[in-house]
């Protein structure tokens, strides 16, 4: 008769002695780092300095800006800037008047740049390609080039001097770059997740509501931030089309801070400018994961 004995190994107390890393490991460690460290440094320098430089000098008066540098700091806080830039820029009127044509623009840019994207790269037709091409070709047509053929067009249609064909004509200039991008996010996606959906009896427009748009969340959220801040900092297409001062958007509104002869108030501005900026940051805040998702979300074939 025969017996086994179960062995167990147990373990020394050397075995939990964590391993102590020399000064010299230590110190070279940190060396390999600085590098990294510096990188960072000089990247949040380059981007906080305008920012601050701006805010410093929304607080200066005009003798102020032009006698002293323009890094230092005011002689006398004038926190009154901010007053007088709300009521000369008519902020509050060139605020609402940017929304009113910004909002409906985007909406009209993401729903049809999205479907256009889904329609060329999902769906299966003769000539998709060339159609892609064409939207292609929008992104090349400089806007400065068909300003004078369009302001003719609104005028004999009798629209002129109205939110509308600012709304257009940034829904026209938003969908090649639009489509284009779409396109690409759509083709990271598998194809057999629609060809399922196909299977078990969905529509074409079904596949697209129901598949299609809440996989592309991140997407929409990237593009409709591009087009965004392109429509919201668009001076040429809302001083040409907008016709009629109650109409100006904000980018046209800073422009109330020149004089007659040339003169700028710079501090108001500047007090101007940042409300402005402070808004967009504080919008990329809360949504840059999504842009970051987004950006990375076409990066691959899926």
């Known amino acids: 008769m025969t017996t086994t004995l ?19 490991a230590v110190a070279l460690g940190i060396l390999r780092k600085v590098p ?7 990247l949040i320098i380059v981007t906080a300095y305008p920012l601050i430089w701006m805010f410093v000098n929304s ?3 005009n003798s102020d800006f032009l006698n002293n540098p323009s890094y230092s700091l005011p002689e006398t806080w004038r926190w009154d800037n901010y ?27 993401v729903l049809l740049g999205t479907a256009a994207g889904y329609a060329l790269e999902i769906m299966v037709f003769k000539g998709r390609a060339s159609v892609l091409l064409l939207f292609l070709a929008g992104i090349m047509i400089p806007g400065q080039m068909i300003i004078l053929p369009l302001f003719n067009a609104f005028s004999k249609l009798g629209v002129s001097g109205s939110y509308l064909p600012m709304i257009l004509i940034y829904i026209a200039g938003g969908l090649p770059l639009t489509v284009f991008m779409m396109a690409t996010y759509f083709r990271a996606i598998p194809r057999e997740i629609f060809e399922a959906a196909t299977i078990d009896g969905a529509s074409m427009l079904r596949s697209f509501f129901a598949v299609g748009l809440p996989m592309m969340k991140n997407a929409i959220f990237t593009v409709a931030i591009v ?4 429509i919201w900092n668009d001076l040429l297409i809302a001083l040409v089309f907008g016709g009629k001062k109650s109409l100006n958007t904000i980018q046209v509104g800073l422009l109330n801070f020149s ?12 007090a101007a400018i940042c409300v402005t900026v402070i808004g967009i940051l504080i919008l990329y805040l809360f949504l840059n994961q999504r842009i970051m998702k987004g950006l990375a979300a076409g990066a691959v074939k899926g």
Not at 6 to 24: E, I, L, N
Not at 99 to 108: C, D, E, N, R
Not at 259 to 270: K, S, V
Request: overall charge positive.
């Open 6 to 24: 179960d062995t167990t190994a147990v373990p020394s107390a050397k075995a939990f002695v964590p391993h102590r890393r020399s000064p010299g």
């Open 36 to 42: 990294t460290w510096l990188t960072i440094a000089v």
């Open 59 to 61: 607080l200066k008066s």
């Open 83 to 109: 007053v007088t830039a709300w009521e000369t820029g008519n902020l509050a009127t060139t605020i609402t008047n940017s929304l009113i044509v910004t909002v409906p623009s985007l909406v009209f840019i």
């Open 227 to 230: 087009q965004f801040f392109l």
């Open 259 to 270: 004089g007659e002869y040339g003169a700028i108030n710079y501090g108001p501005l500047f």
